[in-house]
T-cell receptor, first 115, second 117 residues
Framework: DGGITQSPKYLFRKEGQNVTLSCEQN?????MYWYRQDPGQGLRLIYY???????QKGDIAEGYSVSREKKESFPLTVTSAQKNPTAFYLC??????????????FGSGTQLSVL | AQTVTQSQPEMSVQEAETVTLSCTYDTSESDYYLFWYKQPPSRQMILVIR??????QNATENRFSVNFQKAAKSFSLKISDSQLGDAAMYFC??????????????FGTGTLLAVQP
């Protein structure tokens, strides 16, 4: 079955450590996204990518970095510069970035906590 | 700036009854899209229904329908014949194309729906 796979499901970060969240899709989608979800808040966009080797900052990109070397993969690195990284992280994709009403497909998320 | 407001943090409904979740938004755009996403306990977001602003007819998907009031900037979700599996967090979202091939979604803070047997 096609879908989005996020790993790990739970991740713990130590002070000063960079951690990388994995996102893989086999839907052949062009566009991929990373959202952050905090309790009592809606989803906020961190980064998005419309095509391989291209990505754009979202609303809360500080302290995060991404890469898009393959169409299927869009890993998110939470750097030590992100002072409040504890949150639930959702990866999403859709077939074409340029179509607003196209359905977003989501992964099952990664819960990141600070030790 | 575009904003999405869900004023009901929690709602409860009896099984088989009908419930309406509220959503209001603020925008100066005339062409945009509205969505309701469901996040069950598994935490994977699922699209429930979507509405194009240029369409006057309210969208319907089986037991889910919307009441879209463009002038009032209101986009409520009605769930009929509620089932236990409808228990979830529901997010309202607004999307628009702000230039070229770029578009974004703005999400509300969510409404947690409990379904009582």
């Amino acid at each position: 079955d096609g879908g989005i796979t996020q790993s790990p499901k739970y991740l713990f970060r130590k002070e000063g450590q960079n951690v990388t969240l994995s996102c893989e899709q086999n839907l052949n989608h062009d566009a991929m996204y990373w959202y952050r979800q905090d309790p009592g808040q809606g989803l906020r966009l961190i980064y998005y990518s419309q095509i391989v080797n291209d990505f754009q900052k979202g609303d809360i990109a500080e302290g995060y970095s991404v890469s898009r070397e393959k169409k299927e993969s869009f890993p998110l690195t939470v750097t030590s510069a992100q002072k409040n990284p504890t949150a639930f992280y959702l990866c999403a994709s859709k077939a074409r970035q340029g179509v607003v009403n196209e359905k977003l497909f989501f992964g099952s998320g990664t819960q990141l906590s600070v030790l | 700036a575009q904003t999405v407001t869900q004023s009901q943090p929690e709602m409860s409904v009896q099984e088989a009854e009908t419930v309406t979740l509220s959503c209001t938004y603020d925008t100066s755009e005339s062409d945009y899209y509205l969505f309701w996403y469901k996040q069950p306990p598994s935490r994977q977001m699922i699209l429930v229904i979507r509405q194009e602003a240029y369409k006057q007819q309210n969208a319907t998907e089986n037991r889910f329908s919307v009441n879209f009031q463009k002038a009032a900037k209101s986009f409520s979700l009605k769930i009929s014949d509620s089932q236990l599996g409808d228990a979830a967090m529901y997010f309202c979202a607004y999307g628009w194309d702000y230039g070229g091939a770029t578009n974004k979604l703005i999400f509300g803070t969510g409404t947690l729906l409990a379904v009582q047997p």
